[in-house]
């Protein structure tokens, strides 16, 4: 379980604990929050040179490569998620690690198949607005360029909001009752074959190779 909300005592934090006390009796969980984590969220030279993961981000691997089902939550932030997070996501999402690209076509493997993901985004705009105006840019990002370009599916996207002017108050029984439910089937998610990351991990070298379509 993941929160990546930059701040303590938010709503973000708050759905993520009831989410958690919802889960059947026995579930495992492993909680981190981008906050806590000690890492430099700028992939300074892309995938140019390698950039060793810190601590924390080995910490992590090992519990994405240990999981099957992923939460993740945060606030919806000028259409994204907040930079921490990002940053995140370009620091662990890396080539031999998350996906793989084949070496003679256009296709890629996807690592992190197996694994199903719940994604709790709060924002300040009604939902139906954000499908309506701006096509949901969040979801289809994390559905097609993010979590499920690595394979994640199901992937599951609960969008909560408005928060603001009162609505989290009217609307928050609501959305915890969703989260329950979510919870509680989580475990019954039909996933495919689950890839051990850290075991069949490339190193960055080969994986960049594989990409750029270079010869050993």
Request: proline share 6%.
């Amino acid at each position: 379980m993941l929160d990546g909300h930059p701040d303590t005592g938010r709503l973000t934090t708050a759905l993520l604990e009831h989410y958690e006390k919802s889960l059947p009796a026995g579930a495992a969980v492993t909680r981190f929050a981008v906050r806590d984590l000690v890492f430099d969220p700028v992939l300074k030279q892309g995938y140019g040179a390698e950039m060793p993961w810190e601590l924390d981000l080995q910490t992590l691997a090992a519990a994405l490569d240990a999981a099957d089902h992923v939460v993740i939550g945060f606030p919806l932030w000028w259409g994204s998620e907040p930079a921490p997070l990002t940053g995140l996501f370009s620091r662990m999402l890396l080539p031999g690690f998350a996906f793989k690209y084949h070496r003679d076509n256009i296709w890629w493997d996807r690592l992190l198949a197996g694994r199903s993901a719940d994604v709790v985004i709060t924002m300040d705009t009604p939902p139906w607005y954000l499908s309506l105006a701006f096509g949901d840019p969040i979801g289809r990002r994390l559905k097609h360029q993010i979590l499920g370009f690595c394979g994640v599916k199901p992937l599951r996207i609960f969008r909560f909001g408005p928060n603001r002017r009162g609505q989290t108050a009217k609307r928050l029984e609501g959305w915890k009752a969703r989260l329950a439910k979510a919870a509680a089937t989580a475990e019954g998610l039909k996933r495919g074959a689950k890839n051990s990351l850290l075991a069949g991990q490339t190193p960055f070298a080969a994986a960049i190779r594989e990409r750029e379509g270079m010869k050993d």
